[in-house]
C-alpha cells in the first residue's frame, strides 16, 4: 500500500475517476481492509459499501492465503468472496434504514480518527512474526524428516 501511496497510483486513481477522499479510501480498502480507519465525516451513506469491503476482506486477504502454500484453489474462494460481498451490500442497503434513521445520521457530526495505518511500528512486528512463524515452521519440518 505504502509502494502504490509513495508511486501517486492513488493519486492517478483519484484524478482519473474524479474520486472524493472516501471513495479513495473505498479502493484503498479492497487492497487493505485496514484502510477503512482512514474514513472520515460521517459517512454512514457508505455502509452499503463498507460491509461489502468487509465481507470481501481485501486482496490481502486473499494473498495471505495463497502464501500458506495449501493445496487450495483460490477462483472459488475468490468467487465466494465476492458473492459474499455483494450480498451483504445489497442486504445492508435495504437494512440499514431500518436501524439508522434520518435523524441520527443528519445529526452526527464529530469526525474521530482512532487509528493510523502507515505506521512502522506495527509493519516490522508483522514481519518479523512472519519470519519467526516461517523459522519455527522449517525447524519442525526439519524434524519430521
Known amino acids: 500500500m505504502s509502494s502504490l501511496e509513495y508511486c501517486g497510483a492513488f493519486s492517478f486513481l483519484k484524478d482519473a475517476f474524479s474520486l472524493s477522499e472516501n471513495g479513495l479510501v473505498l479502493v484503498k480498502s479492497c487492497l487493505e481492509i485496514t484502510s477503512l480507519t482512514e474514513l472520515s465525516g460521517s459517512p454512514f451513506y457508505l455502509l452499503p459499501f463498507i460491509a461489502a469491503v468487509c465481507s470481501f476482506g481485501g486482496l490481502c ?5 495463497s502464501a500458506l502454500g495449501v493445496d ?3 477462483v472459488p474462494f475468490f468467487i ?3 458473492t459474499s460481498a455483494f450480498l451483504s451490500a ?8 431500518f436501524f ?3 435523524s441520527v445520521l443528519t445529526s452526527v457530526t464529530n469526525n474521530v480518527k482512532f487509528v493510523k495505518v502507515n505506521n512502522f511500528v506495527p509493519s ?3 514481519i518479523m ?3 519467526l512463524l516461517t523459522l519455527k515452521k522449517r525447524l519442525a ?3 519430521t524428516v
Do not use: H, N, T
Open 80 to 82: 465466494s468472496r465476492l
Open 129 to 131: 512474526m512472519i519470519l
Open 100 to 102: 439508522i434513521p434520518d
Open 61 to 65: 486477504v486473499i494473498i495471505q492465503i
Open 141 to 143: 519440518f526439519s524434524k
Open 124 to 126: 516490522f512486528c508483522l
Open 90 to 97: 445489497v442486504i445492508c442497503r435495504f437494512i440499514y434504514p
Open 72 to 74: 487450495f484453489s483460490l
